[in-house]
């Protein structure tokens, strides 16, 4: 494996718990100020970036780091793969790309709506942290960290 592979796929890492990191903290500012703009923006913000840096980066780069990548590759090969892998399962994936494409489409048109998508962040929270543990385990496993 080249190195510099694998600290693209360490700096991706960091980067992710950077973004999980944000949304815990604007979870707790949530709680103790429930009608927080700036809280419920930056849970949401970072939820999207948090997405779409597992998404778009994270998971290439792992797959690039253990040699599995090819550039012909889609976005549904690079998520059946870490399907395959057991790092990831499509359906529960899917529900969070469901959630990003909300935040994309709905949060800011009304209360009701930021409130749904706040609580579905929270639900889906054990599942990112999940799929994150299991994406390090899986790069500790092949030696890239």
């Known amino acids: 494996m080249e190195g510099a592979q694998a600290r693209l796929f ?14 815990e903290e604007a979870r707790r500012c949530l709680q103790k100020s429930p009608e927080s703009v ?15 840096t597992m998404g778009r980066k994270l998971f290439r780069a792992l797959l690039d780091a253990v040699g599995e990548w090819e550039s012909t590759m889609t976005m ?3 998520l059946n793969k870490l399907d395959k892998y ?15 494409n909300e935040i994309a489409h709905n949060y800011e048109d009304e209360a009701e709506a930021t409130r749904k998508i ?6 889906s929270l054990p599942l990112v942290d999940e799929v994150l543990e299991r994406v390090e ?9």
Not at 10 to 23: F, N
Not at 42 to 49: E, H
């Open 10 to 23: 360490q700096e991706l890492c960091k980067e992710a718990r950077i973004h999980r990191q944000r949304i």
């Open 38 to 52: 700036p809280c419920m923006d930056q849970m949401i913000y970072r939820f999207s970036k948090l997405q779409d």
């Open 76 to 78: 549904i090969d690079t």
């Open 86 to 100: 057991g790092i990831l399962d499509l359906a529960l994936w899917q529900k969070l790309r469901d959630i990003r």
């Open 118 to 123: 706040l609580s579905d962040i929270e639900a």
């Open 137 to 145: 385990n899986f790069a500790r496993m092949k030696g890239v960290v």
